[in-house]
């Protein structure tokens, strides 16, 4: 059982930029690949990023292309998403996932973290 946490949200004005981390219980995160989702106010959960686990690939939502970057740490066992240039558009619930498939749709992440807020005002 993989727990996750997220931490790093916030209020943010337009154009700023924040970091996320994921933290993970397992000490081999290194087996899993890791995923960032986000719920926009009223929509539903979207894919934002990805990385394998020994994080030599990484694939984006072509919303977070140029301006989010994941990364991780697996000997912290966490894994980031570094936000710049935040929109509006940007403000949401994120979550990250872990999971042995590689892949942009939820089906590919067994386990999820609680999320943290990210909202981003105008």
């Known amino acids: 059982q993989v727990q996750l946490v997220e931490s790093g949200g916030g209020l943010v004005q337009t154009g700023g930029s924040l970091r996320l981390s994921c933290a993970a219980s397992?000490?081999?995160?290194?087996?899993?690949?890791v995923g960032w989702f986000r719920r926009p106010p009223g929509k539903e959960r979207e894919f934002v990023a990805t990385?394998?686990?020994?994080?030599?690939?990484?694939n984006y939502a072509e919303s977070a292309k140029g301006r989010f970057t994941i990364s991780r740490d697996n000997a912290k066992s966490t894994v980031y998403l570094q936000m710049n240039s935040l929109k509006p558009e940007d403000t949401a619930v994120y979550y990250c996932?872990?999971?042995?498939?590689?892949?942009?749709?939820?089906?590919?992440?067994?386990?999820w973290g609680q999320g943290t807020q990210v909202t981003v005002s105008s």
């Open positions: 996932a872990a999971g042995l498939y590689y892949g942009s749709h939820t089906s590919a992440f067994g386990y």
């Open positions: 397992e000490r081999t995160l290194s087996r899993y690949n």
């Open positions: 990385i394998t686990g020994s994080g030599t690939s990484t």
